[in-house]
């Protein structure tokens, strides 16, 4: 298992990037709501955009599918 981040860690990243929340989730092909109910804890990422919110956020160790090709991310 890798270091899986916090909430709190994952939304310092984002603001490292200089981006907000929506604007990252948008650049990273995932539905913006998906990813604040990830980093509030509302949704864990089992399924779909959620599911690929909290891997690209590092919150989650999984992969994505993605036009046939599969990233992982921990």
């Known amino acids: 298992m890798g270091n899986l981040k916090t909430a709190e860690q994952a939304k ?6 200089g981006l907000t ?3 990252w989730a948008v650049k990273n092909g995932v539905a913006p709501s998906a ?3 990830v980093l509030k804890g ?10 690929k919110a909290a891997v690209l956020l590092g919150m989650k160790e999984g992969q994505i599918g993605d036009g ?7």
Request: hydrophobic share 35%.
């Open 12 to 17: 310092a990243e984002i603001e490292k990037s």
């Open 21 to 23: 929340i929506a604007k």
């Open 68 to 74: 046939g090709q599969e990233l992982k991310r921990a």
């Open 35 to 37: 990813v604040y109910a």
């Open 42 to 51: 509302r949704l864990v990422g089992n399924y779909g955009d959620s599911h």
